[in-house]
């Protein structure tokens, strides 16, 4: 085993452990009173985070009853609204457009949480501001000190820094455990997974 892959696996031991599980609960309570008022979840993320959105709905949708979208998906509306109004605002006119409301809930994968000073993932600074304008709650996946969405979320998971020179592959690593965690917990989980379904004799 190289010293770098020793190293990436014991700083990923050492972030599970140190991931503070009531932060995962806070988020999966959050969830689960979106889906009993039936609001819809919109799901949203940049680079590794919009992979994780796509994903994320499909599973949530299948997998936890939700009416739950990716706000990348549509990449004509996507490239249209940063062409013509500009990548800052193109996640929250997308929530406008969609008629976000009290109840629904917008969920961030971001590396660093966001921020306006410095800029840095202002679209989805603006898309939880927009969710927090009408009533409707937020929640995320954040790395680093979590910017701003660890600020302005209802709830959020922090994924712990252990090695600063692998913040971006570990939190996007994490990322999808979490929600991959979320979507199977007691509080969210209405369907069993395929392969889960399949009893020893017939798989």
Known sequence: MSDFTGAFIKNSINILEQINQSEIEAVAD??????????RLFFCGSGGGAGHSSHATADFRKLGGFEAYSITDNVSELTARTNDEGWDTSYSAWLEASKIRSGDCVFVFSVGGGSEAPPVSVNLVNA???????GASAVGVVGRDGGFIRQAADASILIPTIDSSQVTPQ???????????????????????????????NK
């Open 128 to 134: 939880v501001r927009k969710a927090k304008s009408v």
């Open 30 to 39: 959050v969830l689960s009173r979106c889906r009993a008022v039936n609001g």
């Open 171 to 201: 939190v996007e690593g994490f990322q999808a455990v979490m929600w991959h965690l979320l979507v199977s917990h007691p509080k969210i989980s209405i369907a069993t997974a395929k392969w889960e379904s399949l009893t020893p004799e």
